[in-house]
């Protein structure tokens, strides 16, 4: 199916880049389609044009687009109230609270928006520990550090974890009493955390950062370290969590349980939520007024999020997504074999890394007009987060489409040094 992506951009009712151009501040850089509706691991354009989608909002959309148990959800969540704030006692928080302590072992619970405000909250409840809570108890035990490469979002706390110079671009100064240990290094590891420090952040896998996980030793060195020091781990999970890599949160195929855990782009079932979750050394630091929000928590997102962990566990989709996983794994080795270009492929579950030798957004465009939704990030990789309930024959279609564009760039190049 050849689809000239122009012929989707919508110029009789002005869903275009230009007026998006006029309308938006320009941070985002979006693909051309108006989209009009979702089905399963499928997105319609308003044109009527299909796609096979493996980025899944970014990875929030689980269980594919149209989960009936999540319509439901939200449909009868919202007949009953959709907002009250977090001044009563909330059935669908209570609920979806119960099971997120159920998964981990943690103990408590607060909900928030999004990942970077779950992370915010993180590095509050982080230092209000430190300084006030751990064996330390020092006003200098403020430190917060996370690993290059690491993404966690861009709120100044989450953003200032976040090392990437060109996100910090034009916004100094950013937060104090941060600092950045080299990924899986450990010997920076050993140098750089102290007494001073209240957290260190991971991602047990970058997601971000090109799909990249964390080696078992530099998390035994860090867990070890952490208790000579008496400084906290936090996992971001925003993206590796809730089923994606086949366990609940990436960090549980380590054998390891951190002391905070944020969560959030599937939580809501497509809607927004996240959550910190503490263990027992945190669970009394934060107090009244200690933190808050009016949104976090909505119940209808709550309901939604508890619909699609119910759903994930009756189906027994985390396995589904190591056994996919594996054979999509296996089948872009297998292309991988015709085309120089690619240069590795990661795969933890169904969180997929294909680093290539050019600047990866080429892919982006090429596959658009195949029909096939693909994410480029850090720079050279091609990211794939499809839907945790895509079908092997749809991993088919999706290398199939992946291996006629690294073919046609081959080609292209012929025609290029011919000229
Ligand atoms: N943490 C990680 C690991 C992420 O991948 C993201 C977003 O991509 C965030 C945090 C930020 O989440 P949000 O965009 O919901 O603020």
Redesign the pocket.
């Known amino acids: 199916m050849e689809i000239d992506a122009s012929s989707v951009v919508l110029t009789s009712d002005a869903l275009t880049l230009e007026k998006e151009s006029d309308l938006f501040f320009h941070t985002y850089s979006r693909l051309p389609l108006a989209i009009e509706k979702g089905k399963g691991a499928y997105l319609y354009t308003k044109s009527g044009e299909k796609y096979l989608d493996m980025i899944a909002g ?2 929030v959309n689980a269980l594919g687009y149209g989960n009936p148990k999540i319509i439901k959800a939200i449909t009868d969540q919202t007949k009953k109230y959709i907002h009250t704030s977090n001044l009563f006692l909330l059935e669908p928080q209570f609920r979806l609270a119960d099971k997120l302590i159920e998964l981990t072992g943690l103990s408590k619970v607060f909900f928030s928006n ?6 915010d909250g993180a590095i509050k409840l982080a230092r209000k520990w430190a300084t006030q809570f751990s064996p330390i108890k020092s006003d200098h035990k403020t430190e917060v550090l996370s690993l290059t490469n ?6 100044y706390g ?1 953003l200032t974890l976040t090392p990437k110079a060109k996100y910090h671009e034009g916004f100094y100064p950013l937060l104090p009493s941060t600092g950045t240990i080299q990924f899986n290094d450990g010997e920076d590891l050993r140098a750089k955390v102290s007494d001073k420090t209240a957290a260190v952040f991971v ?1 047990f896998v ?3 950062g090109g799909i990249c996980a964390l080696q078992k030793s530099f998390v035994e060195l860090l867990f070890e370290l952490s208790v000579k020091h008496h400084f906290l781990i936090v996992a ?5 969590g809730c089923g994606r890599t086949g366990d609940f949160f990436s960090y549980m195929n380590f054998g390891v349980t951190p002391d905070i855990v ?1 969560a ?2 599937p939580l809501g079932g497509g809607l ?1 939520l ?1 959550a910190i979750i503490g263990g027992k050394r945190v669970e009394e630091a934060f107090t009244k007024g200690s933190h808050g929000t009016t949104f976090g928590g909505n119940p209808v997102a709550a309901a939604a999020g508890l619909a699609l962990i119910e759903e994930m566990l009756e189906k027994n989709l985390m396995t589904q997504a190591k056994e996919v996983g594996a054979y999509f794994k296996w089948k872009l080795d297998e292309m991988r074999r015709n085309h120089l270009q690619i240069t590795a492929i990661r795969q933890i579950g169904l969180m997929i890394g294909i680093s290539v030798s050019r600047d990866a957004s080429y892919y982006v465009q090429k596959a658009l007009k195949q029909g096939l939704i693909i994410n480029a990030t850090n720079t050279n990789v091609i990211r794939l987060l499809p839907p945790l309930i895509i079908s092997k024959k749809e991993v088919d279609q999706a290398v199939k489409i992946l291996d006629k564009i690294f073919k046609g760039e081959w080609l292209e190049g012929l025609t290029e040094s011919a000229k």
């Open positions: 970014i990875g999004s990942g970077a405000e779950a992370n690491g993404f966690h979002g861009r709120t989450a991602e970058q997601g971000e971001d999970e925003v993206q590796a944020t959030a782009k927004p996240g």
